[in-house]
Every structure is written in C-alpha cells, then in structure tokens.
C-alpha cells in the first residue's frame, strides 16, 4: 500500500469512527482519545489530519450532508411526478428514522443541543444543511404547483409546512421507533398539495 493510500485510509477511518461515535453517544461524550482507539490509529496521526475534535466533527457533518443529499436525489428520481417526489421523501424519512440506524435521531439537531453559540460553526453548519433542505423541499413543492396560479409566497408557506413536517419526522420517529411520525405527516403534506380529494 502506498504512503498515499495508507495517510487516505487513516483519515477515512478517523472520520468514520468518529462520525459514528459522535452520533452514539454525542460530541461532549467522546473524547480525542476513544476515536483514536476505536479507529486503531496513533495520536500523532489524528493531529497530522484535524487540529481539533471539533475540525473532525465538521468533516463529518459535512461528509453526512453529502450521503444524505445522494440519497434523497437518488430516492426522488423514483418518482414521476413532483407530489410522488416528495412522497417518496416521507417514505425515505419514515423507513430511515424509525430503524436501529437513526435511532437517535437528527445528527443535526443533536449537535445543535450542544453547541450553544449560535454564531460558532458548527450551529451555522446545522443551520447550512437544514436551508439546502430546505430549498430540496421547496423546489418539489414549486415544481409541483407549477401553472396552478398559486404565488411565489403561496408555495413559499406550503414548501416550509412540508419542511417543517419533515423536521418533526426526525424529532418523533426516534421516540416511538416506527414509521407512523412519517405516515401522519405525509397525510398533512398531501392535504397541503391537494392530494387528499
């Protein structure tokens, strides 16, 4: 394996442990120390990658955007129409919340419980990923309205009423650890988009 690959790998496997322990257990909770040993890696390493536990954190966050953006583009393509599209959102939302993996919830939201400072970076990261949400939501909404006659601010309102039954998805599902959360608020956004007569 070449130095390249090998400095590559170290750096994967921090941020996926970390990544995973940030998300089990929280950022306050996980210390420097436990990710360097649950990723089997030397101290000298870590800081050759990130300077701080909080420069790790934000390469996951953002890592996690990513996966998470692929994911819903990959899920909304399975729809034909806008109104499937962002069913098909819900769908997603209720089958990943509600199992083992997302258990304990929104990792954003998480993070936002424990970083109090609303201008420090990660709360602007947070609040980043939560806006190009967002927008993902809005714009099915907007295309979905398309020709209706409905305002820019009509479908303004209906894209933040399904952004923010999403939301409640994330918060909910973990409770009760089943895809109800995500089935009510489907049946609220379809009344919304006017699906329901």
């Known amino acids: 394996m070449t130095e390249t690959a090998t400095k590559l790998n170290v750096r994967e496997r921090l941020l996926e442990t970390a ?28 800081y050759h990658h990130f300077k701080t536990k909080e420069d ?19 899920v909304v393509s399975q729809g034909n129409t806008p109104a499937e599209k962002i069913g098909r959102v819900f769908e997603w939302l209720g089958s990943s919340c509600s199992c083992g993996s997302s258990a304990n919830g929104c ?38 309205f398309r020709g209706s006659g409905k305002t820019e601010e009509e479908m303004q309102d209906i894209g933040d009423e399904i952004y923010l039954l999403a939301e409640a998805v994330f918060a909910a599902s973990p409770v009760h650890q089943c895809t109800w959360p995500a089935e009510t608020a489907w049946r609220i956004a379809s009344a919304r988009l006017g699906l329901d007569g």
Do not use: P
Not at 66 to 73: C, K, N, Q, V
Not at 134 to 144: G, K, M, N, P, Q
């Open 56 to 74: 790790l954190l934000v390469v996951t966050l953002e890592q996690r955007h990513d996966r998470m953006m692929a994911e819903l583009r990959q």
């Open 107 to 144: 990792a954003y939201l998480n993070m936002v419980s424990e970083f109090r400072d609303g201008g420090g970076r990660v709360r602007e990261l947070v609040k980043w990923h939560k806006g190009v949400v967002r927008r993902f939501l809005y714009e099915l909404v907007e295309a979905h």
């Open 19 to 46: 990544a995973r322990l940030f998300y089990e257990k929280g950022y306050t909770s996980t210390g420097v120390n436990e990710v360097i040993k649950q990723a089997g890696i030397c101290k000298a390493s870590f």
